[in-house]
């Protein structure tokens, strides 16, 4: 599977014949392949951009991922408490107790960005603090994140640089290889590729 170019992280989740492994997925600045094991489940949790899961800070997780110790009766450990792991029913739940022990720190990015005195490149290193990339990066994967979406619905590739900003067809093509790993042809083809976390975005900064 081809592992899309992200602005956040994500806490996955595999099992396979029984056997539960956890880990963290940092922020990503191009696509890679990630392997995908027969008879394996995967949950994902993403978090919003800016989020920070203590003692696991973004910034230091970018292009990594970090294994997480599971109990032998399969909890998951996040910063010295015991997790059940998270289900699609329940995961809401399982956020909220991340958030009321103190763990996940909600994003600030916004106002940060908004409102962070001094210059372009002052913003641009404190945006690199709190989330291991660029203000500039962000956009450029956010937008080829999109403009993937919009080819996989069948749109043209005219009509996604005309919406989305690129310069031209070879703006969008080189931003779709190196963010996304594939070409407008391989993603509108019959038997598409499989590609993470690859959904409608929206127009907010790392949706």
């Not at 292009?63 to 408490?81: K, M, S």
């Not at 009321?100 to 001094?118: F, M, N």
């Not at 990339?133 to 996604?160: E, F, K, L, P, Y």
Request: proline share 6%; aromatic share 6%.
């Amino acid at each position: 599977m081809t592992s899309a170019a992200r602005t956040s992280f994500h806490l996955i989740l595999a099992r396979t014949e029984g056997r539960l492994t956890a880990g963290l997925r940092g922020p990503e600045t191009r696509a890679t392949v990630a392997p995908v094991p027969a008879e394996t489940e995967y949950l994902g949790v993403r978090f919003c951009v800016g989020a920070v899961l203590r003692p696991h800070p973004p910034a230091t997780m970018v292009d990594g991922y970090t294994p997480l110790p599971v109990t032998d009766r399969g909890a998951i450990i996040l910063g010295g408490e015991e997790f059940e792991p998270p289900t699609f029913e329940n995961v809401e739940h399982f956020v909220r107790r991340l958030r009321v022990l103190g763990l996940l720190a909600p994003s600030r990015i916004d106002r940060e960005w908004c409102s962070k005195p001094g210059s372009e490149r002052t913003r641009q290193r404190h945006s690199r603090a709190l989330i291991g990339m660029s203000r500039t990066a962000v956009a450029q994967i956010d937008r080829a994140n999109a403009a993937a979406t919009m080819v996989r619905a069948g749109q043209d590739w005219a009509r996604v640089v005309d919406s989305l900003g690129y310069y031209d067809q070879a703006h969008l093509a080189h931003a779709l290889r190196r963010f996304v790993g594939h070409s407008v042809r391989e993603l509108q083809a019959d038997g598409a590729p499989s590609v993470s976390f690859l959904y409608k975005t929206g127009s907010g900064i790392g949706s």
